[in-house]
């Protein structure tokens, strides 16, 4: 079989304008600049040893909070405010509330050492990952793993893993009732 000249030019060129298309969406996934995607978690609830309701049932304990901000833009619009809170059972969460940033590639939640004025040029030494960001919108909740001190640090950062940006970023002021 003889190709012509031409088909031997068009036909690899096509399979490799296919092959980078196919990269370029499965890298920059550009549709996600026109989905949103809501959560709304409640905050968890520990109960109390021994304490009962009316009802004869657990009642909820007094839920701590540590520190607050609230969340300012960087690379994409994010606002909403960041809490940390530590539960009556002793497990610690950063809580995302009234969240609203874009969604992304591959986007993350961190607690960070470095102000969140910083945290546009990175997420610093000691940074600890939080958990995939689950939606764009809403309410979220990020469980602090065991033996990290969220009075450490001193920001929460919504983190793109993919290009190595901050999408927004909230300084963690510790609350007045707050240990310190």
Known sequence: MNLSPRRRVVVPALLVTTLVAAFALYFFQPWRAFTNTTVNESLPTATAGGGEDAGGGSAPAAVRELARGSLVAHEHPTSGTARTLRLADGRQLLRLEDLKTSEGPDVRVYLSTRPASKAADG???????????????????YTVP????????????????????????????PSPAAPR
């Open 123 to 141: 997420l610093g030494a000691g940074a600890v990952w939080l958990g995939r960001l689950k939606g764009n919108l809403g309410n979220q909740n």
């Open 146 to 173: 065991d033996g990290s001190d969220p009075a450490g640090f001193r920001s929460a950062v919504v983190w793109c893993e993919r290009f190595g940006v901050s999408f927004g970023a909230a300084d963690l002021t």
